[in-house]
C-alpha cells in the first residue's frame, strides 16, 4: 500500500531517530513512543505515525472547542455577576440640581450643578474642580476626553448624539457590510473614565464674558427648553456639515456624515432594489431606480460607490431577479480632473482603472448644476468646441459628498469675535486657542477649526520682539532669530522657512543686505499664502484632541506652579509647545482593493491591500467592543454575505 | 518550599508511577517522562510536574488560540472567494414580464410572469408549476417555506416587510439586551431555496372567483400602485394588529409586534433617562419620565417589564445619574386576577414573587380607561365597599400589549366570505381551508386563522352520513360511528369525545337509548362551546405553516396519482389528516430568571432557567446565522453591556 520511496524517505529515518530518542515538539511537549518492542517495519511505522498525527490533530481540535468553550463558559459566568441585587436608596442630590438658579443675559436655568455631581464619595472632591466643557462627541471631543486624567477638571459633554461614531467606516454601514451598531461607542460609557456628564444637547449660544454655554435640550413632548452651562474651559469640537457650493435641490441628496445618514441610505438602496423588481415597475423607471449617482471624488465618494459596487456584486445578484443586475448603473461626478486628487497620482490612476474595469461611470471636470428628485443635472466643457455641454441622469439616489461648511453653532461663535473672517471654519493660533476669545478659555478643534496661517498678521508683534534696530530695518542675523520665533507661533510655516539664507536674499529687492518692513510684510503674505490648512480629517482631529487633552492635563497638573509664577489663565506656552501635525497617511477602499498613500511612499493593491486597510481601522477603535464588533460584522458578511433586511 | 505532607501524598505517588509506567492521559496522548536519571525526591518531581502541567496548560491555550485563528483564516479565506468577477449580460425576461397585461375587476395589471422567471435554466421548469402564492412573512410563512420542496410549485410571496422577524425575542430587541438585526432574516434568502420570488407589498383584496390576489405596491414617490397577482392556491399568513379593547388614546402607546415596534421602544426608553438626566427637567416630569407602564401581563408584558427592569438594573445604573435609578418605577397592569394567567399557578406566583422582589408594581385585577399623552387611567373595584375607583399613573411610556385583532386584509377576506362570522379571525377547517373558499384554493394560518370549533354546524352532514334509521334518531352504534366521523372532522374535539357511552346517556334525556335529532344537536352545540381556540403563538403558526407545507408538497408530488384518480381539487384528505396541535409547552423570561409551562410539568428557576430560556429560543432560530449572532448578542452583553447609544 505504501510506496517503497516513501520508506527508504527522510520520512521514515526520521521516524525510525524519533523511536530512539525522545522528540522535542514545537510546543514545548516532549513526546516519545513506548513500544517495547523492536523497530517495526517502515510501513507499521508509517502508519503509526499516521495514527499519532490523527491523534494530534484531534487533540489540537478538542484543545480549540475546549478553549473556546472555556472561553464562552468565562463569559456566561461572569454574566451571573452582572445580575446583582443593588438597590439604591436616598442618593444625595444637591438642592441647586433639581433647583437650578437662572441667570445670564437671557435669564435661563443655569447648570451649576448637576444632579449626577455627588453620586458618590469618590466625585466629591471632582465637583469643586475647574470646569471643562467639551461640545460635541466626534473625534476630537473622544480623544480630548480619552488624553485628560480623572480628576483634573469637573467635565461635562455637550452632544445632540449620545454615542460618538466611527466615521471612516459610515460607507460600509451604508450597504451594510458593518452593523450601524459595530461604529458607535455610548458617550456615557467614554467620559464614565473621567466620571464626567453627559447633557444631551445642542449647543446655540456663547456667552464669552460670563463663561457661559447656551444649551438647546429636547424636553418631553418635544419642546425645546435652553439652559446655561457655565464653563472655565470650553472645547469646541463640533464638527461641520456638508458644503452646498451653491447647488440647488441638495434636500433630494444623501449625505454621509452621521449614523442617521448611513441608515438612511442603506433604506433607500434597498428600497430601490425592491422597487425594480415589482411587477408594476416600468422599464424606465427601473433603469432609474438602479442607477446610483455620487457627486464628489473624494474618499468618502468613491468609498461609498465601491460599497455600492460590491453589494450589487457580491448580495442582489444572488438574491434578486438577474435583469437588476444588469441594469445596474454606478455614477462618480468630480469636479476635478481625477478621482481621489488629493492622493497621489499613482493611486487615482489605480482607483480609475478599477472602476472602469468594474463598470463604475466616472465623470470628471463636472460640475453639478442642479438635483431634482429624479434626475441629476451636471456640465461639462466640450474638449472640442469649448462649450459647456449640459447632462441628466436620472436617479433615485444621489450623495452629496463634497467639502465642508461651519454648523449653525460654530457660525454663531465666528460671528461672535470680529477678527474671525475665515468663511468654513473658527480660526485658532497654533495653540488650539480661539482667536479673540479671552486667552485660554476657549479651545476649538477638528473639522470646525482651522490654524491660522496668516504670518503677516503678527507682522508687529515680531517686529516688536525682534531688536528692532534704529533704521527701521533688520540683518540677517535678527532674521534668524525672527525665524525661530515664527516657527514657534505658527509650525505649519516651518517648511517653507527651511532656506532661511535663500529667503532673506529673495525679498532683501534692494539688495541692501536688510529687510525693511514693507519687504518683510511681502514675504511673511507670501510664506503665509503658501501654507496649506490642515484637511478636515478625524486623523486631524484626533491629533488635535490627543494634544488638548494632554495639555489640558499638564495645566491641571501644574495649576499649582502656574499660580505661584503668577502666570495668568492661558499661558499654555509655559507647559507644552504648539501642536503640530504628523500625517500618518491618507488611505481608501475601492473595492476589493485599498490605496494607501503614506506621504512619499504610496500603495495600492488588491485583496491584501484591502485587509491592511481593514487592520487600520481596527486598530483605531474607540474601545474593544467595537473592535469585537466590526471583526464579527467582517467574518458574518465573509459567511453568510450582507443582511438584506429593509429595517 | 513544598509541605512534607504534600511529598508522601497520593499525588507524588502518582508521579512515581508515571515515571516508571507511560500513562495514557484521558484525551488518548500517551506522555511519558524521557528522563534517564533515577527517581528524584519527591519535591523535584512535583516541580517537574508542575512544569509540566503548566506546558499542557499553555499548549492547550496554544491550541485554542491557533483552532480559532485557523476558524477566522478560513472565514476570511472563503472571503476572498466571495469577490468574484462575475459579469451579467442579456438576461433572459419575458416581455409580459416587462409589459404585464391588464385584467381583472379593477383592470389592473396582472402580474402572471415576473422578471426574475428565466434567470437560469433551472427556473424554466418551475415556470409552468402550479401558481403557490403566500402572503405574509412571519412564522406562518416562513415555516410553510421551509416545508415545500424546491420545485413543486411556482412560489410568489407578498410580504410587506422584507424579512422575517423571530417575534419571541422582541421584548429583549427593546432594550438592547439583543440586537434587532439578530432577529431577522431576509425573506429573500428564505425563499431561494425553492427558487420563489419576493413582492415587496400589501395584500388588499382577493377575487375567488378569478384567483387573483390585489396586491397594494409602493411605487418611486411614494405612490401606490395596485396589481393581481394571479393563484392556484393561496396562504394567508399576515398575522394579526393589537386589539383595542375599546380603550381610547392607544395612539399614545407602544405596541411590540415588529422590529419598527422594538426600535421606537427603545429610542424611547433612552430618550427617557436622556432627558431625566437634564438640569432643565424638574423633579415631577423627571419621575414621569422614569415611569414605564405595561398594559398586559401576558408573556410579552411580563418579558417587556423585567427587560426594562434589567437595562435599569445592569446599565442605567452604572452610567446615568444615580437619582435615575432610585426614581424609576416599573408598572405592570392586568385584568385579570394574576399575571401570565394562562400559565399554572406556580408559575404565576414565582413571577409575581419575583417581580414584587424587584420593586416592579403589578396592579392586577385593573381595567385600563384610558391613555393620554402624560398618563394612564385604570380602575380597581375597592373591595371593601366594592366601588369601583379610578387610579392614575403619570408616564412617557406605555406598552399596549393585550390580545389581538383582524387586520384590514383578513377583515376583508372576512367580509367576502357570508359564513364567515368570527370577530378576531378567519374561519378554517380541520386542514386549514378557509371555510366558504373554493375547495383548496385559499388556505389561512397562524394569528389570523381560527380552525372552526363548532360541531354543530355539521349536524346537517353528520346525520347525513349516518345511516339514519326511519325512526329519526340514531342509537348507540351508530353514535360510536358519529365520534369517529367528526374526531375526523374536527380533531381538537377529541378531547371531549373520550366517554362514548357516558356523553350518549348524557344527552339520552328522553332515556329511550337513542338520540334524537333535538337531542344531538344539544349535544354537539355544548361539546363545541368546550372547545378552546388554539392560542395565537408563535408555536401554532410555526407547526400549522410546517403541516401545510408538508401537505402542498404531498398534493404536488402526487398530482399525477390524484388527477388519475378523477380526485378534486382541495382533496386534501386524499393525501393528509387534519392538522393536530402538539403544544410544546410555554415559557416565560422574568428577569435573570424563567418559567417553563410544559403542560404537566412547570419549572421555574433563576440563571440556569435563563440559560434554558435562551437555549430553547436558539436552537428555533430561522437560520444559523441569527444563531450566531444571538449567541454573540448575548456575549457582548455579558462583557460589555447593553449599548446605551439612541440611534
Redesign the interface.
Known amino acids: 500500500m505504501i510506496p517503497r520511496c516513501i520508506q527508504r524517505s527522510h520520512f521514515a529515518l526520521r521516524l525510525r531517530r524519533i523511536d530512539v530518542h525522545?522528540y522535542s515538539s514545537p510546543?514545548?511537549?516532549?513526546f516519545?513512543t513506548?513500544s517495547p518492542t523492536p523497530t517495526p517495519s517502515g510501513s507499521r511505522q508509517f502508519l503509526r505515525y499516521g495514527r499519532k498525527a490523527a491523534?494530534?490533530a484531534?487533540?489540537?481540535?478538542?484543545?480549540?472547542?475546549?478553549?473556546?468553550s472555556?472561553?464562552?463558559g468565562g463569559?456566561?459566568i461572569?454574566?451571573?455577576f452582572?445580575?446583582?441585587d443593588?438597590h439604591?436608596?436616598?442618593?444625595p442630590?444637591s438642592p441647586l440640581?433639581?433647583h437650578?438658579e437662572c441667570g445670564g443675559p437671557n435669564n435661563l436655568?443655569v447648570?451649576s450643578v448637576?444632579?449626577?455631581d455627588e453620586?458618590?464619595s469618590s466625585l466629591v472632591p471632582i465637583k469643586d474642580k475647574p470646569r471643562l466643557v467639551i461640545v460635541g462627541g466626534g473625534w476630537g471631543a473622544v480623544s480630548t476626553l480619552q488624553s485628560i486624567h480623572p480628576g483634573d477638571y469637573h467635565v461635562t459633554l455637550i452632544s445632540p448624539?449620545?454615542?460618538t461614531t466611527f466615521t471612516p467606516l459610515l460607507p460600509s454601514a451604508a450597504v451594510g457590510t458593518v452593523?450601524?451598531?459595530s461604529l458607535?461607542?455610548?458617550l456615557?460609557?467614554v467620559i464614565?473614565r473621567v466620571h464626567g456628564?453627559?447633557?444631551?444637547?445642542r449647543a446655540v449660544d456663547l456667552v464669552m464674558s460670563e463663561r457661559l454655554l447656551e444649551v438647546e435640550?429636547?424636553?418631553?413632548?418635544g419642546e425645546t427648553?435652553?439652559?446655561y452651562?457655565p464653563y472655565d474651559k470650553l472645547v469646541i469640537a463640533v464638527g461641520s456639515v456638508s458644503s452646498t457650493h451653491g447647488v440647488s435641490g441638495l434636500q433630494h441628496c444623501f449625505q454621509l456624515k452621521t449614523?442617521?445618514d448611513a441608515?438612511a441610505i442603506r433604506r433607500r438602496i434597498?428600497d430601490n432594489f425592491?422597487?425594480a423588481?415589482?411587477?408594476?415597475?416600468s422599464?424606465e423607471?427601473r433603469k432609474?431606480?438602479l442607477s446610483f449617482v455620487v457627486c464628489g471624488g473624494g474618499p468618502t465618494g468613491v468609498e461609498t460607490a465601491a460599497e455600492i459596487f460590491?453589494l450589487c456584486?457580491?448580495d442582489i445578484?444572488?438574491?434578486?431577479?438577474?435583469?437588476l443586475?444588469?441594469q445596474v448603473s454606478i455614477h462618480v461626478i468630480q469636479s476635478r480632473g481625477h478621482i481621489l486628487n488629493t492622493y497621489s497620482e499613482a493611486i487615482s490612476k489605480f482607483a480609475e482603472e478599477k472602476f472602469q474595469r468594474d463598470g463604475v461611470e466616472l465623470i470628471t471636470s463636472a460640475r453639478v448644476g442642479e438635483v431634482r428628485?429624479?434626475h441629476v443635472i451636471y456640465t461639462t466643457k466640450d474638449p472640442d468646441i469649448g462649450a459647456v455641454v449640459e447632462h441628466t441622469i436620472p436617479t433615485?439616489f444621489v450623495l452629496w459628498s463634497t467639502g465642508i461648511a461651519m454648523n449653525p453653532f460654530t457660525a454663531r461663535v465666528s460671528s461672535l469675535l470680529p477678527n474671525q473672517v475665515h468663511k468654513k471654519a473658527i480660526e485658532v493660533d497654533a495653540h488650539l486657542r480661539v482667536n479673540g476669545a479671552p486667552l485660554g478659555d476657549v479651545y476649538a478643534i477638528g473639522d470646525c477649526a482651522t490654524i491660522e496661517t496668516s504670518l503677516v498678521s503678527h507682522l508687529l508683534e515680531l517686529v516688536e520682539e525682534a531688536c528692532w534696530t534704529q533704521d527701521g530695518k533688520i540683518d540677517f542675523d535678527e532674521w534668524e532669530i525672527m525665524v525661530k520665533r515664527i516657527k514657534k507661533k505658527i509650525p505649519m510655516a516651518s517648511l517653507h522657512l527651511d532656506k532661511v539664507r535663500a529667503l532673506f536674499d529673495l525679498y532683501d529687492s534692494d539688495a541692501d543686505n536688510k529687510l525693511n518692513l514693507n519687504e518683510l510684510a511681502v514675504l511673511l503674505q507670501e510664506i503665509g499664502n503658501k501654507i496649506t490648512a490642515l484637511p478636515a480629517t478625524a486623523q486631524v482631529a484626533a491629533q488635535q484632541g490627543k494634544y488638548l487633552g494632554h495639555k489640558l492635563h499638564l495645566l491641571a497638573a501644574k495649576r499649582d506652579t502656574l499660580v505661584a509664577n503668577e502666570l495668568p489663565a492661558g499661558a499654555d506656552e509655559a507647559v507644552t509647545g504648539p501642536f503640530t501635525y504628523r500625517h500618518l497617511g491618507s488611505l481608501a477602499y475601492i473595492g476589493?482593493a485599498a490605496v494607501f498613500d503614506l506621504g512619499r511612499l504610496s500603495f495600492t493593491g488588491g485583496?491584501a491591500a484591502m485587509?491592511a486597510w481593514r487592520s487600520i481601522y481596527w486598530s483605531e477603535q474607540v474601545?474593544?467592543?467595537t473592535r469585537?464588533?466590526l471583526?464579527?460584522d467582517?467574518?458574518?458578511?465573509?459567511?453568510?454575505?450582507r443582511?438584506?433586511?429593509?429595517?
Chains 1, 2 share one sequence.
Open positions: 525522545s510546543h514545548g511537549l516532549r516519545l513506548a491523534k494530534y484531534a487533540f489540537t481540535c478538542f484543545s480549540a472547542v475546549l478553549g473556546l472555556v472561553v464562552i463569559v456566561f461572569h454574566d451571573v452582572t445580575y446583582s443593588r439604591i436608596d436616598r442618593v442630590v440640581a433639581l437650578p436655568p447648570a448637576l444632579v449626577g453620586d458618590n448624539d449620545t454615542f452593523n450601524v451598531r458607535v461607542e455610548s456615557r460609557k464614565a456628564q453627559l447633557i444631551h444637547g435640550t429636547v424636553s418631553v413632548n427648553r435652553n439652559i452651562v449614523i442617521a441608515q434597498l425592491e422597487m423588481s415589482l411587477p408594476s415597475t422599464e423607471e432609474r431606480l460590491d456584486q457580491e445578484i444572488n438574491y434578486f431577479p438577474k435583469i443586475r444588469e428628485p429624479d433615485n476589493n485583496l485587509y474601545s474593544m467592543r469585537a464588533l471583526m464579527i467582517w467574518i458574518v458578511r465573509g459567511v453568510w454575505g443582511d438584506l433586511s429593509r429595517l
